[in-house]
């Protein structure tokens, strides 16, 4: 499953129920949701090489609580993209050094030794896309579809964002003997 299938679906049904008022709540759905598609995705030339293990949920809930917070206590609106550094600088936190299943070869590559995140991505550029859109939802005439609008936007973030971390496939090449081989990848699908 591609990422944002599930992500997207359960964002959109927990803000539709009107839960949010929460955003202690709000923002462990958000995290755990996020979690549930990362551990699915796999660089995008290698396919079906999965994360080896993730940090789990925890970092980025405290991340977006943070900037929950943050958020709230502002009379400005709207929310300078700044406010979002906290949750985005959670999200590269939970990708820095992040470990793929290196036995899924890489194109050309035999065996593979690692399979490592060596850029996790940029908090400025994906707090932006945080603040664009946690400001979808607001022109929004029913509480579903600023939902729906707030969960499409947050997807695309997080999918603008994953585009951006690109690592290294670290093994061997066929040959007699096999040879080292190195291969960058870049992007998360």
Known sequence: MPWGVSFQSTVTAFLAIGRSESLNIAAQTIAAAYHSDALLVSPALIPGSTPLSLPGPSG???????????????????????????AASSIITYWTAAQFNPLIPAPGGLLGTTSSVLFPGDSNSLAEGL?????????????????????????AAFISHL???????????PGAPPIPYTFPWAGLI
């Not at 979808?136 to 997807?155: K, M």
């Not at 585009?163 to 090449?173: D, E, I, K, M, N």
Request: no cysteine.
């Open 60 to 86: 980025i809930q405290a991340g977006l609580e943070a900037s929950f917070t943050l958020a709230q206590e502002l009379t400005v609106d709207p929310v300078p993209s700044q406010i979002w550094l906290p």
């Open 131 to 155: 603040a664009s859109a946690f400001r979808a939802g607001q022109p929004a005439l029913t509480q579903a579809d600023g939902a729906s609008l707030v969960a499409a936007a947050l997807n």
């Open 163 to 173: 585009a951006t971390v690109s690592g290294l496939w670290v093994g061997t090449a």
